[in-house]
């Protein structure tokens, strides 16, 4: 009996500030995450000393992904899940738990562990959030958006600079990620 093929559709898209890498998965597809690169601190709002700041923006955008490791029990992120700002400093074996699984990864091309939430928006909804005294990027991670009028789409990124007001309009559902020092 051959061997099972695995697919992954993994597209890398480099931006000024991240490389993104977002893929779409078949069921029981499995990858690895880690180690912590060396720059990156401990995270300090924990009692457990091998917690690390998380310098990667990890989210499902569709199905289920399982996370294991040797130092926690197993973990499953479903849609919407993932944006974690701690790790542990070694690997993580991922798994999709079903097909069309959907992840979004993006690493700081500089060493900043950004802060980051998520907007979840349904369709013709509409967001508005007040000036900032930083930058903010925000990345559409599924959907389609008008982001101050302007229209992006799935694996794209605009950066708002500081003092700007933001208004985000659902085109569809949407999962945007803001990201900001």
């Excluded at 051959?2 to 597809?29: R, S």
């Excluded at 349904?122 to 925000?138: F, K, R, S």
């Amino acid at each position: 009996m051959a061997d099972p093929i695995l697919y992954a559709n993994f597209q890398n898209t480099e931006f000024p500030a991240f490389n993104v890498i977002y893929g779409t998965i078949i069921k029981d597809t499995t990858w690895f995450d880690g180690p912590v690169p060396e720059w990156v601190p401990k995270y300090t709002d924990s009692p457990n000393e091998f917690l690390y700041f998380q310098p990667g923006i990890f989210l499902v955008t569709q199905g289920s992904v399982k996370v294991q490791t040797s130092k926690l029990d197993d973990y499953i992120f479903t849609k919407g899940q993932g944006l974690s700002s701690s790790r542990m400093s070694g690997r993580y074996r991922m798994s999709s738990l079903e097909d069309n699984t959907s992840i979004v990864c993006m690493m700081p091309k500089n060493k900043i562990i950004y802060n980051r939430s998520l907007i979840n928006l349904n369709a013709n909804e509409e967001y508005t959030l007040e000036a900032q005294n930083t930058n903010v990027y925000y990345f559409v991670a599924s959907g389609k958006i008008l982001i101050n009028g302007v229209e992006k789409s799935q694996t794209n990124m605009i950066n708002v600079e500081a003092n700007i007001p933001v208004t985000i309009q659902a085109m569809e559902d949407s999962y945007v990620l803001k990201i900001w020092k």
